[in-house]
Nanobody, 126 residues
Framework: VQLQASGGGLVQPGGSLTLSCAAS????????MGWFRQTPGNEREFVAG????????YNRGLVKGRFTISRDIAKNTIYLQMNSLRPDDTAVYYC????????????????????WGQGTLVTVSS
């Protein structure tokens, strides 16, 4: 599975941004996907996941209702809509995928994913 993430950039606090991740090389209906993020010196942090059956999981302590993950099967693409962005959302965001059929409790573990995109930088600053 090849993953191509895009949509990062500079946004002001309180603003919105949508990340996209296009998947190729595997039937889109046979992968679970998600987003992690990482800041310098810290471990990768789970943001949100979406399963092949479209079930979603969020790091609710992080997201707090501000982010929404979705998928477009026709475009083989997942999205992360981010609203009310804060400076501490600044990070490199990684798109991930796995062919394993994950259980909910496994979706937040980086080791559950076989494929990682190149990352896209989101900077929240005035």
């Amino acid at each position: 599975v090849q993953l191509q993430a895009s949509g990062g950039g500079l946004v002001q606090p309180g603003g919105s941004l949508t990340l996209s991740c296009a998947a190729s090389g595997r039937s889109f209906s046979s992968v679970d996907m998600g987003w992690f993020r990482q800041t310098p010196g810290n471990e990768r942090e789970f943001v949100a996941g979406i399963r092949r059956n479209r079930g979603t999981t969020y790091n609710r302590g992080l997201v707090k209702g501000r982010f929404t993950i979705s998928r477009d099967i026709a475009k083989n693409t997942i999205y992360l809509q981010m609203n009310s962005l804060r400076p501490d959302d600044t990070a490199v965001y990684y798109c991930v995928a796995t062919t394993a059929n994950l259980i909910t409790s496994s979706m937040s573990s980086p080791g559950s994913y076989d494929y990682w995109g190149q990352g896209t930088l989101v900077t929240v600053s005035s």
